[in-house]
């Protein structure tokens, strides 16, 4: 496997290459994103894998500067799932100039749901990702469900610019008691870890009462918010959307996604279940 650092070596290395498949991460690697390289490797072309910690799409007082940043152990671990080659510049290599040229989601999507408590999160995301697609020019690119939204941006942001890359979500990795396996999840105490898996057991009770028929469905959200802060969560929302089209549920809706983000202590957990929707009770 080869590891560049800068976008000249990148381009020099992929000089040729008709056809990649891309799984950007931004480092710390946990096997949830070794399932997305796993995949990535089904579409039979060559894989290359970034690792940028991204300071556009981190605001004020965010994780930025803790993040944890852990090269060596990532590329072992992408070296043993079969990476090609990883590109893991800078952020001077990134954004040799400051990026007065950037990618604005519509309001309606980028201040929605984790927007709104995250201002230019989107952007910083839909930006960073469009520079990467132009430096890796992949045929496929895979994310994974966990960000549910962040999924869908990129989704959007491929569609309405013509790009020619195919993406590929991978399903969400959970551990044994049902928490979705991520890079923050190192932040939590050994308490609160044992606690941090109640956020997927409220969303899964919130799509199972959707998929027998419930219907009122800021009910069912404010209920499952409800008992996160019993518990001592600090709640940002939990909602119930559409899955196609992320708005509101319509009577046409025919699967719908539950989302939550809500604070354990200083670490800021997300989760999402997608459900069909059932026959109403």
């Known amino acids: 496997m080869q590891v560049f650092h800068t976008a000249a070596e990148l381009r020099a290395a992929l000089a040729g290459q008709t056809a990649t498949a891309f799984v950007p991460t931004m480092g710390n690697l946990h096997a949830g994103h070794v399932s997305l390289v796993e995949l990535a490797k089904q579409s039979g072309q060559p894989v290359v894998a970034s690792i940028f910690v991204n300071p556009l799409q981190f605001g004020a007082g965010e994780d930025f500067e803790r993040y944890p940043r852990t090269l ?107 928490l979705a396996m991520s890079s923050r999840n190192a932040y939590l ?48 929302y939990v909602a119930l959307r559409d899955a196609a089209t992320l708005a509101a549920p319509t009577p046409g809706s025919t699967r719908l996604v539950v989302l939550g983000a809500a604070w354990l202590g200083k670490t800021r957990l997300i989760d999402n279940i997608e459900t069909a929707l059932g026959n109403p009770a």
């Open 72 to 178: 060596v152990a990532d590329c072992e671990k992408l070296a043993a799932a079969g990476c090609d080659l990883v590109f893991a510049p800078d952020a001077a290599e990134m954004y040799p100039a400051p990026q007065t040229f950037t990618v604005q989601p519509p309001d309606s999507l980028a201040n929605d749901l984790c927007g709104a408590f995250r201002p230019g999160h989107f952007s910083g995301v839909a930006t960073v990702v469009l520079k990467l697609f132009n430096l890796v020019q992949p045929r496929v690119a895979v994310f994974g469900r966990k960000d549910f939204q962040q999924l869908f941006v990129i989704r959007e942001l491929v569609r309405q610019f013509n790009l020619p890359i195919e993406i590929v979500a991978g399903d969400t990795l959970r551990c044994a008691d049902g």
């Open 189 to 236: 105490g050994a308490s609160e870890r044992i606690q941090a898996a109640q956020l997927q057991r409220e969303l899964a009770a919130v799509a199972a009462a959707a998929q027998a028929g419930e219907r009122d469905f800021e009910a069912l959200a404010a209920t499952a918010g409800r008992h996160l802060k019993m518990a001592g969560w600090r709640v940002d």
